[in-house]
């Protein structure tokens, strides 16, 4: 069983759909996050948790939604998205948060579609 | 604005032979350097690191150069193999921030 887990794998949605995106980590982690990967750009962190409580928003549009119902899963909920925001989609962990030790443990992410 | 920057998109070399990969990055706040490789269908994983207080780090066939003055890290990986094909990320971070500033990669190559 990898550390991180991510369902789906692939996601195609129309604008009006609403859909979940899922992170499970068995790595004991405290912190976990959601980062966003759109071609030929960087990474961009999207919102981090640590012990469950959302410690980061970086500027995500509202039509993305996340939750943390326990140290080991997280949900990306999202409604209304458009076309621009297919991306693949990485759900991380780490022991603590990024900034003491930077190592984070990323899900094999989630590819979106929005037509 | 991209605070962590990768300027070569793709790099290929023989195998046996050193590879190469560059990073530069703007904020002096920056204390910890990272790499990340990534296969094709897998999430990146973690490679190599170098805090703000060193200028190299060694892992077996990964070394990481950090010039603080110049703001630039390089990994060096000698000798390359065939499985090293992927992509590298470079990231940074400062203590106590709650995230890691990526690169846009760099798709390295190792010809057998």
């Known amino acids: 069983e990898t550390g991180v887990t991510q369902t789906p794998r692939h996601l195609v949605m129309g604008m009006t759909n609403k859909k979940s995106l899922k992170c499970e980590q068995h790595?004991?982690?405290?912190?976990m996050y959601w980062y966003k990967q759109s071609a030929k750009k960087p990474l961009e962190l999207m919102f981090v948790y640590s012990l469950e409580e959302r410690v980061e928003n970086n500027s995500v549009p509202s039509r993305f939604s996340p939750e943390c119902p326990n140290s080991s899963h997280l949900f990306l909920h999202l409604h209304t998205l458009q076309p621009e925001d297919s991306a693949l989609y990485l759900c991380?962990?780490?022991?603590?948060?990024?900034?003491?030790?930077?190592?984070?443990?990323f899900g094999e992410g989630s590819r979106l579609t929005v037509l | 604005d991209q605070q962590v920057k990768q300027n070569s998109p793709s790099l290929s070399v023989q195998e046996g032979r050193i590879s190469i990969l560059n990073c530069d990055y703007t904020n002096s706040m920056f204390d910890y350097f990272l790499w990340y490789k990534k296969y094709p269908a897998e999430g990146p994983t973690f490679l190599i690191s170098i805090s703000s207080i060193k200028d190299k780090n060694e892992d077996g066939r990964f070394t990481v150069f950090l010039n603080k003055s110049a703001k630039h890290l390089s990994l060096h990986i000698v000798p390359s193999q065939p499985g090293d094909s992927a992509v590298y990320f470079c990231?940074?971070?400062?203590?106590?921030?709650?995230?890691?500033?990526f690169g846009t990669g760099t798709r390295l190559t190792v010809i057998p």
């Open positions: 990231a940074a971070s400062r203590t106590g921030a709650n995230n890691l500033f």
């Open positions: 790595l004991g982690h405290n912190a």
């Open positions: 991380a962990s780490s022991q603590d948060q990024a900034g003491a030790t930077g190592e984070l443990f």
